[in-house]
């Protein structure tokens, strides 16, 4: 089958012909973002293969459909950058990789979590210019904290798991609840009470209508002085500005972000040698408690394999008029 791979990076190209020697599909990589302007690129293609920040929005399905493309692989496990209702009325089928290594994301939250509150990246830079003093460095023990999970899925229960192995006291919640996360000793609480109860809140559940900002500002009063917020799930969960006004006012005690909801005019591009115009993200790194790191929470060789061979299995699947066991619905 001929397939169009957009975003594609150099260990994207390297992993998924590797994933492809066997079965011998035509793929065709580019490094451009599928977008109105770059959808011609896919003429003729009957799947393209995607990632997180390319646009399928109706104007770029219809564009998709009229060149013959009848299959949208994800090459991710969220899709809120497709709009589903749209890919139906256009009869384009959509996958995405529902399972890969959920170690990876959750380590890499944890990560971010031991490195603020251990302040990792100070001394990193102290170390390297000489400076061995602690003067600024004191950290606090992780061992009998509260964190709060929001979505306790996949992901969710793996960081949950590691957290508790620290010792911290686990609440969490979630629209559907996980007897998994209750037996692992953790409890489901409204949400309010999560938000104040907690000494660090990670995120993960998916971006949707309903989850959207759903770290506000009024979210961000009721939470701990000093509390951390760890978001490695979507940069539209939280509303970066009110999170900026609650780290100035020293609310929120310190952040790490993989996510960022502007993501896509920067992550996954080298502009150390440009002028970067989004004053939001300028003043994040402009603080000394905050973490961003450019949507690498996957970036996994187990993950990044199993994601290239889902996908590859996905599009043979379709190929061969299979059943698609990881078909994403409009409506659910
Ligand atoms: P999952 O589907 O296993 O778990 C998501 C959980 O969120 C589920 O338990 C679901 O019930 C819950 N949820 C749904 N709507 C909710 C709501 N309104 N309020 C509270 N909880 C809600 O998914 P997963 O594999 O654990 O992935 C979680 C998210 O992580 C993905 O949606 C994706 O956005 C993000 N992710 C990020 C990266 C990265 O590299 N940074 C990689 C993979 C996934």
């Known amino acids: 089958m001929k397939v169009a791979v957009f ?17 011998g599909h035509e793929l065709h990589f580019f490094d451009d973002l599928l977008e109105p302007s770059t959808v011609v690129l896919a003429a003729g293609c009957g799947a393209v293969c995607v990632f997180v920040n390319d646009v399928l929005d109706e104007e770029v399905l219809a564009a998709l459909a009229d060149g013959g493309t009848r299959l949208v692989a994800l090459r991710c496990t969220g899709f809120n950058n497709v709009d589903l209702k749209a890919a139906a009325a256009h009869g384009v089928r959509v996958v995405r990789v529902t399972e890969y290594s959920p170690y990876s994301v959750a380590e890499h939250a944890v990560a971010l979590i031991l490195a603020l509150r251990r302040k990792i ?62 037996r692992m000793g953790g409890r489901y609480v409204p949400l309010r009470e999560l938000a104040a109860r907690s000494d660090i809140v990670s995120l993960h559940c998916p971006l949707t209508p309903e989850t959207h900002y759903l770290v506000d500002a009024e979210a961000l009063a009721l939470a701990k002085p000093g509390a951390i917020l760890i978001n490695t799930s ?99």
């Open 7 to 23: 975003s594609a990076k150099r260990y994207d190209r390297e992993l998924l012909a590797e994933a492809n020697t066997e079965v």
């Open 121 to 182: 990246h100070r001394a990193y830079n102290r170390t390297r210019d000489g400076n061995f003093e602690l003067d600024g460095l004191l950290g606090s023990d992780l061992h009998g904290c509260t964190v709060g999970v929001i979505g306790t899925g996949k992901i969710g229960r793996v960081f949950a798991r590691i957290m508790s192995g620290f010792g911290c006291e686990l609440i969490g919640y979630d629209k559907f609840e996980s007897p998994d996360f209750e």
């Open 234 to 332: 979507r940069g539209g969960l939280v509303d970066t500005e009110a999170v900026i006004a609650s780290l100035k006012f020293g609310q929120l005690g310190a952040l790490g972000i993989d996510v960022y909801e502007q993501e896509s005019d920067l992550f996954f591009q080298d502009l150390s040698s440009s002028i970067i115009p989004d004053d939001v993200i300028q003043r994040l790194v402009s603080f000394p408690n905050v973490i961003v790191t450019g949507h690498q929470a996957f970036f996994t060789r187990e993950a990044v394999g199993t994601i290239c061979a889902t996908t590859i299995a996905s599009i043979s699947d379709y190929a061969s008029g299979l059943p698609l066991a990881h078909e994403v619905h409009a409506g659910g």
